[in-house]
């Protein structure tokens, strides 16, 4: 109690410089923010065109039941499938009518229905590799039966190029500007401690305990990470919202889960912050 | 009590500070400390209230053992010590009060005791009128009276003072002796660091240390 009175009056004592270190820290997390932002737009776009790897497998029209049926099992127990659809003839031509309108009357004066049959395989997310299609489609062309499986090859290529370079962006991007929001959160408590070193050194003096010194140090800290992390929020939903107005296209808002790390982080990194801060005068007499 | 046994102190850069220094001083007594400046006194009062731990020897401070005394521990002593220094060290933008009341605060005095004991303590040295003047509307000698009675709120048995009358006129100097003699009357020990002989002299009573480059050259107890 007597550490959260304490940290209280600190922000009372000392509005400007608290206010300060508040502000660094959140200018520190709304980089981090705008590129949290960036990532998870990058990375929904990427999941929805992703979506779209499929391999066709088409079977000739002679293929029996009994063949189908037996390579549906066979597909559907490969790991990184997630669903194979029976797709007959008559399905096909009427998907054809509906999705290439400009061709329905083509379609519709048909006395033959020239689509093939076929089995439309999807992966599960993480699996739409380019050696998993290949797998897949390797194991469909062994059969007879099946005329062919198709599924884009370079195309998948580079989306998976594309991925792993988007990837690895995100990742050096994103620990850089933590290590300097990081750096930047330490420098900005160091200061506020350094402004109370005498208080410390009284402290320690007259016989106060160190964990006593030291708590009401790390809810500050804490504190202005958390404030830091919610002015964060503000900032980047802010300019959220105004780029938003500015693009023709949809851009998400980042997910709950993320916001709550984000300001859970910013109070963390203050409190480990202050505690790395103040071990230094905790030395001094 | 505080005992040195054949203690020196070295600093990495500065070579030694202390040499093989002993000296028992017991409950109760009130001693000087003198030497000109550089001579180890200031090293001497650290450590006593073990700021610095000796490089060899053995500082004992009311029965803690500078060998055995862990920094997460040394609070324990620091409750038995009190300390004052030449430039005051009080906490600015408090009230004499505040300073007072937050060593007991930090000591964990429980809440209602607070605020009476500080007045108390003011009250013992005089300066209850000002208990509610910031630090920075008191003269040299009332901040002094302010940092004395920080220095007592825990009930130390001893008071150290380094060059405490340092800053101070000569009239604030008497007031500030009389309050140690005070003091030391209702039986807490006065362990006080000074270059002012003439000061020393005028209070043949206390026993007297004299340092000279690091080592003890006169303890007025022996020379009986």
Same mark, same amino acid.
């Given at each position: ?25 959140? @200018? ?189 140090? @790390? ?10 992390? @919610?002015?964060?929020?503000? @900032? ?50 | ?32 400390? !003198? ?6 006194? *200031? ?25 055995? *005394? ?36 930090? !000591? ?25 003047a910031y630090v920075h509307e008191l003269s040299g000698g009332e901040q002094q009276r302010v940092a004395i009675a920080r220095a007592l709120a825990n009930e130390p048995f001893i008071l150290l003072a380094d060059e405490p009358t340092g800053n101070l006129d000569d009239r604030a100097t008497r007031g500030v002796m009389d309050l140690f003699w005070d003091i030391n009357a209702k039986g807490m020990a006065v362990l006080m660091a000074t270059h002012d002989l003439e000061l020393v ?24």
């Open positions: 109690m007597y550490a959260f009175r304490e940290a209280l009056a600190a922000f009372r004592r000392a509005p400007v410089l608290t206010g300060l270190s508040s502000a660094m820290v959140g @200018l520190a997390l709304y980089v981090v923010g705008l590129f949290g932002l960036a990532a998870y737009n990058l990375e929904l776009a990427l999941s929805a065109v992703e979506e779209r790897v499929q391999v066709a497998v088409y079977l000739r029209d002679d293929a029996r039941q009994s063949e189908i049926d037996l390579l549906l099992t066979e597909l559907a127990a490969i790991p990184e499938v997630r669903s194979v659809t029976f797709v007959s003839k008559r399905d096909a031509l009427e998907r054809a009518r509906t999705e290439l309108p400009e061709f329905g009357e083509l379609f519709s004066d048909l006395d033959v229905n020239p689509l093939p049959q076929s089995l439309e395989v999807e992966l599960r997310p993480g699996s739409r590799t380019p050696a998993a299609v290949e797998k897949v489609s390797a194991a469909a062309t062994a059969h007879p039966f099946v005329e062919d499986a198709r599924y884009g090859r370079d195309w998948v290529d580079r989306l998976f190029t594309l991925r792993r370079i988007g990837a690895a962006t995100a990742a050096v991007l994103g620990s850089a500007f933590a290590m300097v929001a990081a750096l930047i959160i330490g420098t900005a408590l160091r200061i506020a401690i350094f402004a109370r070193r005498e208080e410390i050194y009284v402290m320690r003096l007259v016989g106060a305990k160190n964990s006593f010194i030291r708590r009401p140090f @790390l809810v500050e800290g804490a504190m202005a990470g958390l404030l830091g992390g @919610l002015l964060a929020w503000g @900032l980047t939903y802010g300019t959220y919202r105004g780029v938003y107005s500015f693009l023709d296209f949809e851009i998400a808002w980042l997910p709950p889960s993320w916001i709550g790390l984000g300001l859970v982080a910013g109070g963390t990194f203050g409190a480990i912050s202050s505690a790395l801060a103040i071990r230094r005068h905790l030395r001094e007499v | 009590m505080i005992k040195l046994t054949q203690v020196s102190k070295e600093y990495p850069r500065r070579g030694y500070a202390l040499r093989d220094v002993s000296f028992h001083l017991k409950k109760g007594e009130f001693a000087f400390l !003198t030497g000109h400046s550089g001579s180890g006194k *200031t090293t001497t009062m650290r450590l006593a209230h073990m700021a610095e731990r000796p490089t060899s020897g053995e500082v004992r401070v009311s029965g803690y053992s500078s060998e055995k *005394t862990t920094e997460r521990n040394v609070w324990r002593v620091r409750r038995r010590v009190g300390y004052v220094f030449q430039d005051f060290r009080l906490l600015p933008n408090r009230t004499a009060l505040e300073n007072v009341a937050f060593v007991l605060e930090v !000591t964990g005095t429980p809440k209602k005791k607070i605020v009476p004991a500080a007045q108390r303590l003011l009250a013992q040295v005089g300066l209850s009128p000002k208990a509610g002299r005028r209070y043949p009573l206390a026993r007297v240390f004299e340092l000279d480059q690091g080592r003890l050259v006169y303890d007025s107890a022996e020379e009986q």
